[in-house]
Antibody, heavy 116, light 107 residues
């Protein structure tokens, strides 16, 4: 079945880095744009970043631009989010999401906590 | 960035009620509007895309409409499993932006 499984979350100090991964299965990964969406505790959804199906284009939300990098490895069916210079306000559940014109497949999420 | 505003922020309703949620975009998004349902502790799931197209497997009591800046999600007869938070999202332009959410609660 179509599935997205995130990993790499954890507790990290402000200013440090973390890399999230998302392994896709059950569909042709290299044909889809992929996103990261996050949700801070008790808050709504925030779109973070997108990478084109071929990895050649990326867009970022204003709050993460210049600090986060989204990439993919189509040979491994894997999506990544490199998060640098982490801030307390980056604390959230991070979802890996498949999406072209809407977000039709979501992972279960991985939790990132930024705290000293 | 395009701002998405949902109303109401919460609604109390009973099983069998008709519930309508509205979503307004700060600028036109044509039909690039999606709706999602999220239950506590779970990932969101897509209900409607392209303003009015029901995702396969979503019950027909859910419907969406609208174009440009004003959109609605309607649940024709609320069922116990529909108590959740609903989000609209514009996918017309990056950054894709979400509304703040509407929580549908049991009256």
């Amino acid at each position: 079945q179509v599935q997205l499984v995130e990993s790499g979350g954890g507790v990290v100090q402000p200013g440090r880095s973390l890399r999230l991964s998302c392994v896709a299965s059950g569909f042709n990964f290299r044909s889809y744009g992929m996103h990261w969406v996050r949700q801070a505790p008790g808050k709504g959804l925030e779109w973070v970043a997108v990478v084109w199906y071929d990895g050649k284009n990326q867009y970022y939300g204003d709050s993460v631009k210049g600090r986060f990098t989204i990439t993919r490895d189509n040979s491994k069916n894997t999506l990544y989010l490199q998060m640098n210079s982490l801030r307390v306000e980056d604390t959230a559940v991070y979802y890996c999401v498949r999406g072209q014109s809407s977000m039709d497949v979501w992972g279960k999420g991985t939790t990132v906590t930024v705290s000293s | 960035d395009i701002q998405m505003t949902q109303s109401p922020s919460s609604v109390s309703a009973s099983v069998g009620d008709r519930v309508t949620i509205t979503c307004r975009a700060s600028q036109g998004v044509t039909s690039w509007l999606a709706w999602y349902q999220q239950k506590p502790g779970k990932a969101p799931s897509l209900l409607i895309y392209g303003s009015s197209h029901l995702k396969e497997g979503v019950p027909s009591r859910f419907s969406g409409s609208g174009y440009g800046t004003d959109f609605t999600l309607t649940i024709s007869s609320l069922q116990p499993e529909d108590f959740a938070t609903y989000y609209c999202q514009q996918t017309n332009d990056f950054p894709w932006t979400f509304g703040q959410g509407t929580k549908v609660e049991l009256k």
